[in-house]
């Protein structure tokens, strides 16, 4: 059973460009999450979706950022008009669609370097 | 407030050691507890799940207190394998998550 899957694995855009980032959760699952870590610092919730819904996006940026989780492929994380301050790793994870709370997979992330 | 708070360290022991990391959560709505190891520029990995009555795995215990809302993970014989930052997060109903900013821990010979 393929865990979570991210690619690009390492992305660099210049100033200005957008960034498309891809997550395929693990077979069976439902819900997608997306966490950004700066370096040296915490995980930060960004956004979580299920197929074709945003349930969370309170960690979402109000500009540039967007979400999404087609009812088919995988979710897509978009920054349009990347700035220096973008460059971080981002993460995402997978959970089942179960009640109660459950484990959350993640994700090998993509590293964004922007120039 | 945060959501999730941790000690934010760094912790360093020599090896043999017993540290314990400690988490406070403000959301009394909080169903579900875990603690992540994350290495330097991996992903976040589960650890352990925590339970209301403690749970142990090895060298590792982990507890929670409700009526204090704070959940701890106990690491007993520390080895030089156990440096990492560890995170933890308390999960909601929804299945939603939070995860605190994580404690390094460097485990020295």
């Known amino acids: 059973n393929a865990g979570v899957m991210q690619n690009p694995r390492h992305l660099v855009r210049r100033r200005g460009q957008e960034a498309r980032l891809r997550c395929s959760p693990m077979?069976?699952?439902?819900?997608v999450y997306w966490y950004r870590q700066l370096p040296e610092e915490g995980l930060k919730f960004m956004v979580y979706?299920?197929?074709?819904?945003?349930?969370?996006e309170s960690g979402m940026p109000k500009e540039r950022f967007s979400a999404e989780f087609p009812k088919e492929g995988p979710s897509i994380l978009r920054i349009q008009q990347v700035v220096r301050g973008d460059s971080a790793a981002y993460f995402c994870?997978?959970?089942?669609?179960?009640?109660?709370?459950?484990?959350?997979?993640f994700g090998p992330g993509t590293r964004l370097t922007v120039l | 407030r945060k959501e999730v708070e941790q000690d934010p360290g760094p912790f360093n022991v020599p090896e043999g050691a017993t540290v314990a990391f400690n988490c406070t959560y403000s959301?009394?709505?909080?169903?579900?507890f875990f603690w992540y190891r994350q290495d330097c520029r991996k992903e976040p990995k589960l650890l352990m799940s925590?339970?209301?009555s403690g749970n142990e795995d090895g060298r590792f215990t982990a507890q929670l207190n409700r009526a204090s809302q704070y959940i701890s993970l106990l690491i007993r014989d520390s080895k030089l394998s156990d440096s990492a930052t560890y995170l933890c997060?308390?999960?909601?109903?929804?299945?939603?998550?939070?995860f605190g900013a994580g404690t390094r821990l460097t485990v020295k010979p």
């Open positions: 959301n009394s709505a909080s169903q579900s």
């Open positions: 994870a997978s959970s089942p669609n179960l009640q109660g709370g459950v484990t959350q997979y």
């Open positions: 077979k069976g699952h439902s819900h």
């Open positions: 979706l299920q197929k074709e819904n945003i349930i969370d």
């Open positions: 925590v339970y209301s």
């Open positions: 997060a308390v999960g909601y109903n929804n299945n939603d998550m939070r």
